[in-house]
């Protein structure tokens, strides 16, 4: 079964943190690359973070460098994304995607680069 599980959203405050998870079945998550996207209500789904199967390469969206880390531990085949200075903006449904082959891709912030997605943790920033 291929599967990827997102968690750890919630409600928190303008300038708090959340630290969310995505954990996958071995066939989703190995020598893959991992994303993770984002979608507001009435807005395209938009890339957030990638990390490569290895670490070694690592891509945000502009919106949250400095501010989101991505990082993976793949003998737990887990994908996590720790978010500081949260920002209303930063509201949105957060997927967890994994990519389609063993190479990191050029396109890493194309939607259509990633074969399987988790259903999505709600991540509410107030002000």
């Known amino acids: 079964q291929v599967q990827l599980v997102e968690s750890g959203g919630g409600l928190v405050q303008a300038g708090g943190s959340l630290r969310l998870s995505c954990a996958a079945s071995?066939?989703?998550?190995?020598?893959?690359?991992m994303a993770w996207f984002r979608q507001a209500p009435g807005k395209e789904r938009e890339f957030v973070a990638a990390?490569?199967?290895?670490?070694?390469?690592?891509d945000y969206a502009d919106s949250v460098r400095g501010r989101f880390t991505i990082s993976r531990d793949n003998a737990k085949n887990t994908v996590y994304l720790q978010m500081s200075n949260l920002k209303p903006e930063d509201t949105a449904v957060y997927f967890c995607?994994?990519?389609?082959?063993?190479?990191?891709?050029?396109?890493?912030?194309?939607?259509?680069?990633?074969?399987?997605w988790g259903p999505g943790t709600q991540v509410t920033v107030s002000s």
């Open positions: 995607a994994a990519g389609r082959g063993t190479y990191y891709s050029g396109s890493y912030w194309q939607r259509g680069e990633y074969g399987y």
């Open positions: 071995r066939r989703a998550f190995s020598s893959r690359t």
């Open positions: 990390i490569s199967w290895s670490g070694g390469r690592i």
